[in-house]
């Protein structure tokens, strides 16, 4: 990840200077100013942001909002980085990677939405007892290095006294999104998998969710939004118009049923049954997935760091007063 940090900075510089960082655009057609949204993966595991879409909140802050799906934090910053998106939603591991590379111009996290991890390791069979000692010398489809979801599933291992590279072997061949087909047609013995795959391979009977990496990994700043330096000092008003947004999608989910809440969300997953998505953000629900407030505390920076650290994706300590801002965050919950 490290190294693809340094590539995109250097294609970067020139995709920055085609393309602009300043202020935002004209307004649209209907008064509203355009914006992009890359996100890191769609996924019901963000539906706090798909409510303030589907409830008009982004319109109601005068926000034209484009969401394009980037599939990988790495994709997302290069997106941020070259100018395509204006906004970045992704694990904030990212901008600390850019950060380390020295980076004049770099990612500043200004809003968290989720506090836990949200993936779940899937079995082949139902183990009501699952126990991670159960993991030795088993063969685990996992994610990619320095990626967001394989720290944090190293970082559970090594909680109950498991090495990640000894005492079982995890693959990291498999591209995102693409690891539940795989466990499907191979011979893992476990997956780790967000939603709605964990949910789509039990109810084929392909799989089973026998824990949660959120549960075990405790409370984790997993995503946030993030913009460029310049542009946040270029457009802290229309930064505090999305923060706002973002906001009150996190108000609803909290104030609402998972039934309410899928109901809401549904066209953005057309292909997905509302009752399945009811049992996808009833299951975010119960573990406390989303957070009150957007607010991302030094605390869980530097609990991140720690995680990095263990990962061995810190060079250094960086710190949490320049790569994060509050400011939008505590006048968007007053």
């Known amino acids: 990840m490290k190294k693809l940090i340094s590539l995109i900075l250097a294609g970067g ?52 909002l484009t969401l394009v799906n980037g599939a990988g934090a790495d994709k997302v910053m290069t997106a941020l980085i070259s100018g395509d998106a204006q906004i970045g939603f992704m694990g904030s591991e990212a901008s600390i990677y850019v950060y380390q590379e020295g980076s004049q111009d770099y990612a500043v996290n200004f809003a968290q939405l989720t506090q836990r991890a949200g993936n779940f390791l899937v079995g082949r069979q139902p183990e009501d007892n699952f126990q991670w000692e159960s993991l030795k010398g088993k063969n685990v489809l996992g994610g990619r290095t320095g990626g967001m979801p394989q720290m944090v599933f190293e970082y559970v291992l090594k909680k109950h006294g498991l090495d990640p590279r000894t ?68 457009n802290p008003e229309l930064i505090q118009k999305f923060t706002n947004a973002i906001q009150k999608g996190l108000d609803y ?50 609990l991140l760091e720690n995680i990095l650290e263990e990962a061995g994706e810190l060079k250094e300590r960086v710190p949490y007063e320049s790569l994060v801002t509050t400011q939008f965050s505590e006048t968007a919950a007053n």
């Open 253 to 302: 989910v909290n104030a609402h049923s998972a039934e309410e809440i899928a109901k809401t969300i549904a066209p953005q997953f057309k292909e997905t049954p509302v009752d399945k998505i009811t049992t996808i953000v009833q299951r975010y629900k119960e573990q406390e997935t989303w957070k009150s407030n957007t607010i991302f505390t030094k605390e869980s920076f530097e």
């Open 13 to 64: 510089i020139t995709a920055s200077a085609l393309t602009g960082c300043g202020k935002a655009s004209a307004t649209s057609d209907f008064g509203l100013t355009p914006l992009t949204l890359s996100e890191v993966a769609h996924s019901i595991f963000y539906a706090p942001q798909y409510t303030a879409i589907e409830l008009g909140y982004f319109k109601d802050e005068g926000i034209d």
């Open 167 to 234: 005492d079982l072997t995890i693959d990291q061949s498999i591209s995102f999104g693409l690891t539940a087909a795989a466990f499907s047609s191979n011979d893992s013995d476990y997956t780790v998998e967000f939603e709605p795959f964990a949910t789509s391979l039990e109810s084929e009977g392909a799989g089973y969710v026998v824990a949660s990496l959120g549960t075990e990994s405790g409370y984790v700043p997993y995503t946030a939004y993030c913009v460029k330096k310049s542009y946040l000092e270029q």
